[in-house]
């Protein structure tokens, strides 16, 4: 029996964990109330206490517009934390998995991001989330990071719930058509953790569901799906000002992590077509 630590266990990423655990994973699921990532001496009496053989990361400050007026909160959580649950896996020699963000890279590139460009944050969470990465990397050789991005699935509040409420209630919505990203399934990403984690891959790897889209063809694709006939309208990032700026095209290639699995990831439209149809 492999025992195993998740932190961030309300949130959503940890819920799809929760419900795709192996038959032979043992999980002492935690939230803030059990595990606050940003004490130190809680953390590491946790983890010492339960001798995890695997740490599984889930717990982040994802707001990421309120990231911008509350910089000391995200980096606290989301590079300061995520240093300190390597810490303590390094010191039990336990594998620490953990996840970051597309918002590291700055949307400049034309072609996907592989694991090694050169990040460039433009906002507070990708800054935080960065740091994040290299806390981890610094306190730990023993670690899986996984970059992912457009997440969506049960258990929390994303843009497929967004579009689908707002999608019921008006006859039109606005969506912006010049950021593009892959949406990505929490049950996909874990599946293909899980096989990572099962391959003892280490080191950096981007887990998103193939092909890309922008959000506006994403919310399309929503509405039909749900046999909605709500229009979709296309619109410009500058229409809708948001306190943090966003990568206007920040696919992440699947490449390596294919490769190694050697399978590729299911596409992103056959994904939502299952999570929305049910």
């Not at 990572?196 to 193939?210: D, P, R």
Request: proline share 4%; glycine share 6%; with cysteine.
């Amino acid at each position: 029996m492999i025992k195993v630590l998740l932190s961030g266990s309300k949130g959503m990423l940890a819920h799809a964990f929760l419900k795709k655990k192996p038959n032979d994973w043992s999980i002492l699921a935690t939230d803030i109330e059990e595990l606050d990532i940003r004490n130190r001496v809680q953390v590491h009496k946790t983890v010492g206490d339960y001798g995890p053989n695997l740490i599984i990361n889930c717990a982040a400050f994802t707001r990421v517009d309120d990231c911008e007026t509350e910089r000391e909160l995200a980096f606290s959580i989301n590079a300061k934390g995520a240093g300190t649950m390597a810490e303590s896996a390094r010191e039990i020699e336990a594998k620490l998995v953990h996840f970051s963000t597309d918002y590291i890279f700055d949307g400049t590139k034309k072609s996907p991001y592989l694991e090694d460009d050169p990040p460039n944050p433009i906002s507070v969470y990708g800054s935080s989330k960065l740091a994040g990465e290299r806390n981890v990397r610094n306190a730990s050789e023993n670690h899986l990071l996984i970059r992912t991005q457009w997440l969506y699935g049960d258990g929390g509040n994303h843009f497929v719930k967004t579009i689908l409420n707002l999608a019921k209630e008006r006859d039109s919505i606005k969506v912006v058509n010049d950021q593009f990203g892959s949406p990505t399934w929490t049950e996909d990403l874990v599946d293909a953790t899980i096989a990572l984690i099962h391959k003892e891959s280490i080191g950096t790897y981007h887990v998103v569901n193939s092909g890309e889209c922008s959000w506006y063809d994403f919310a399309r694709e929503i509405v039909k799906e749900a046999g909605l006939s709500t229009k979709v309208i296309p619109c410009s990032t500058a229409e809708f000002p948001r306190p943090a700026k966003r990568p206007s095209y920040s696919v992440l290639s699947v490449d390596k992590t294919s490769n190694v699995l050697g399978q590729v990831i299911p596409g992103w439209k056959d994904s939502l077509r299952t999570m929305v149809r049910g």
